[in-house]
Structures are given as C-alpha cells and as structure tokens.
C-alpha cells in the first residue's frame, strides 16, 4: 500500500470509487424479519404507544442495564424534555466540540450555554475544563459521547455530584460504545441516545432517554405526551415527542444486530489504521483502554505540514475518487452563526476545539462496507500523500483562477 505510484484521481489517475462511496450507509435488517410485526401494526391499529415501544424501551434498558428507559421521538427532542423534567436553569456547561443540537434543549428551556474545551487525544470535553468553569450559576453539565468514544464518565459524575448540578450524556452516537467494558447508558442523571438514520440503531427518526431515576422517567413520560398524564389535566409545558410503532419496530430489530455492526465497524477501523500504519500526518481518535468506541464516525486529524496538504485540499482530492467526507465539527458550536450570540466560552478557552476543527475529517464508514472499500480508502489517503506537491500545486492554481488572479 505504501509503495503506490499511481496517481490520484484529481491528477488524472483512474477514480477509486467509480460509483461512489457514502459516508454513511444505514445497516437495516433485512425486509423480512419485519413482515410479523407490520401486520400486527396494521391489524391492531394500534400505530402509537403500543406493545413495540414498551418492547424497545425494555430491551434498551436491559442493554444499558438500566431501570428506565424512555423512546422520543428524536434524541434532540429527548433533550429538551430531558431539561424540562429536570428543571434545568442557568449556565448549562457543555463542549463546543458536537453536534449543535447538544446545545439546543439549553436555549428551548432559557439556560444559557457555557462552551468548554476537549481533551485533544480523546476529543471528548476535558473534565478539568468543566470543574474550572463551574459558577453558582452553574445549573447542568453535558458532555456527549463524540463519535461514540466514551467521555471521561467517571470523572465528570465526580464534578457533577460535587457540584450539586444533573450531568446529562448526549448518547447520540451511544448504541455500540463501551466504558469499562460495560454498554454506556447508565451514567449521569440520564443519557440520551438517538436512532437517527446515521446511527447504530435506526428507528427512522427517533431516541430514546436512558435512566435509573424512575420519578425523571415517570416526567418524561407525561412530558413527551404534551404534559398530560392521560386525564387531560396539563401538568407541565412537553411536546408531543412520542416514538411511533413502526419506528420503534425498527429499533427493536436494529437493537438485535446492534453487536454485530459495532464490531464489523472496529474491525473495519481497525484494518484501516493498520494500512496506513507510518502514513504521516493522519492521526485517529484515541480510544481509551478498557473503552470501546461505537464509531458512529470514523474521523481523523489531518497535520497539513507532515501529510503535505490541508484537510480542506484531502477533501477536494477525496472527492474526486468519489468519497463523501465531512468536517465534523466545523463550525464548532461556539463559531456557529446562533451560538455565537448566545452564552458564553469557559475560562480557558477552546484551543483544542478550534486546532480540532480545523484538521477534522470524518471518513466514509458503515458495517456494509467491503475489506475493499477500505483497501481504497486507505490507498487514496496514502497515494494523495506520495503526489501531495502536485496536487497543492493543481488545487492552487484553481483557486487563484476561481479569484481571478
Ligand atoms: C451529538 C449529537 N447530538 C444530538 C443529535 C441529534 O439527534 P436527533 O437527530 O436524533 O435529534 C445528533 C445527531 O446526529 C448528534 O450527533
């Protein structure tokens, strides 16, 4: 692998992925194995709050090893409720370095956001920063699971429960990690998974809250059916977040093949790192011992001086071999347009986030995807190196065309 002399596409050399590579692929189980219960959907009528959401619900707080867990409609919809119940209010102190809905049930429930700095090996909010950043004000602390590596759990519940303050884990991209080799779900006051397309377990859209606080799951329950406790008396402001049959049929199969997929991804990551081995200037997400990383994204940190080009020039070139890429997370929270005005950074600022964000490349992963795939993955990365002066010179000719120069 590391002896290619062929060229990259973008210089003219035959395109690795002809008919493309997606960046994510969702892994369903096969049509088959949900012809029982449609049927029963359809012939029941019964298309909301029914035995396939109850059945979910328990098979996810059996693999959390939870006493609670509670479907949403989506993970994002799972927070704000998740705020609602707990009674959230203040200076809500969360990373900048996530999704922006991390951040979205702060502002829905008029807290206001305080944006922390990341461990750079781990990427996942530095503990440290947290504590250092805690006021009087201080009403919560979020720390997300970024691209399913655990966040330091034991640290941050410490700070938590010293503080007197909710530490709620955005487990968006939970479904599959591990921390002392036990699943994630059942740390914090409660952690919210979702079951978005892009995720481990796919209900088509949906999320689901898990928890050992059964009085938060009995709220959240009232809380996602509007605030109505089923006699029409509204006992407080939800929404309707309900998760659906179907969808909650989905997840129920998904939840079956969820080992599975977990482990085709880190063998897939795995094989990936070892083919490019000494390729300078790629370097991973560390992973802790004892943990295991859900690799709901498989993203690496592009060093510009030592691979030869920037993460923006791999992407153009990535491109044109037909692989789809993302830079997660840039904007990071803090740098986007609504955050930007609302909240504020922690003391120390976000150097790590923004170095970070920069270099930042998510790579194409699904548990579909063949050793092949990674074969040419790994072989563009590695080819782009060996022609990173010509294809510098080509990206900078272009730009100075684009600019009219
Ligand atoms: C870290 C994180 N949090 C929250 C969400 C929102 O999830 P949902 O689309 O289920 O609302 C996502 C979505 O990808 C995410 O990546």
């Not at 795939?373 to 060996?386: G, M």
Request: one cysteine or more; a negative charge.
């Amino acid at each position: 692998m590391s002896n290619s002399a062929n060229k990259p596409a973008i210089l003219g050399g035959a395109v690795l992925f002809e008919r493309g590579l997606n960046l994510a692929t969702p892994d369903l189980p096969p049509v088959e194995s949900f012809f029982e219960g449609l049927c029963s959907i359809i012939d029941t009528g019964v298309l909301t709050k029914g035995k396939f959401l109850r059945e979910f619900e328990r098979a996810v707080a059996a693999l959390a090893g939870t006493k609670e867990a509670v479907g949403v409609s989506s993970c994002t919809s799972g927070l704000l409720l998740v705020h609602k119940c707990l009674k959230i209010e203040g200076e809500v102190i969360l990373p900048s370095f996530t999704f922006m809905a991390s951040a979205l049930g702060i502002v829905w429930n008029n807290a206001s956001p305080v944006f922390v700095d990341i461990d750079p090996q781990t990427w996942n909010v530095d503990p440290a920063k947290v504590e250092e950043s805690l006021t009087e004000r201080t009403g919560a602390i979020i720390a997300t699971h970024v691209f399913g590596n655990p966040a330091n759990v034991d640290e941050l519940w410490r700070i938590a429960q010293k503080a007197g303050v909710p530490l709620v884990f955005d487990a968006a991209h939970g479904f599959g990690s591990r921390h002392n080799g036990v699943p994630v779900g059942g740390s914090g006051s409660c952690e919210v998974f979702s079951c978005s397309p892009t995720k481990l377990v796919i209900c088509g859209e949906g999320g689901v809250v898990t928890t050992n606080n059964e009085e938060l799951a009995c709220e959240l329950r009232c809380a996602r059916e509007y605030g109505n406790v089923g006699n029409y008396d509204l006992v407080l402001p939800g929404l309707n977040a309900r998760l659906p049959e179907f969808n909650a049929l989905l997840g129920l199969k998904g939840l079956e093949r969820l080992e599975g997929v977990v482990q085709r991804r880190n063998y897939l990551v795995g094989r990936l790192k070892q083919l490019l081995g000494d390729l300078p200037g790629v370097q991973f997400q560390k992973v802790l011992d004892g943990e295991r990383s859900s690799y709901k994204d498989l993203t690496c940190r592009i060093d510009a001086v030592e691979f030869g080009l920037s993460r923006d020039e791999v992407v153009q070139a990535l491109a044109a071999e037909g692989i789809d890429t993302r830079n997660y997370y840039d904007p990071p929270c803090h740098k986007q347009t609504y955050w930007r005005t609302q909240g504020r950074i922690g003391p120390s600022g976000l150097v790590n986030t923004e170095q970070l964000s920069k270099s930042a490349l998510t790579l194409p992963l699904s548990s579909r995807l063949l050793d092949a795939d990674i074969d040419n993955l790994a072989e563009a990365l590695w080819r782009l190196h060996k022609h990173c002066s010509s294809v510098k010179r080509l990206l900078a000719g272009r730009s100075s065309q684009q600019a009219g120069v």
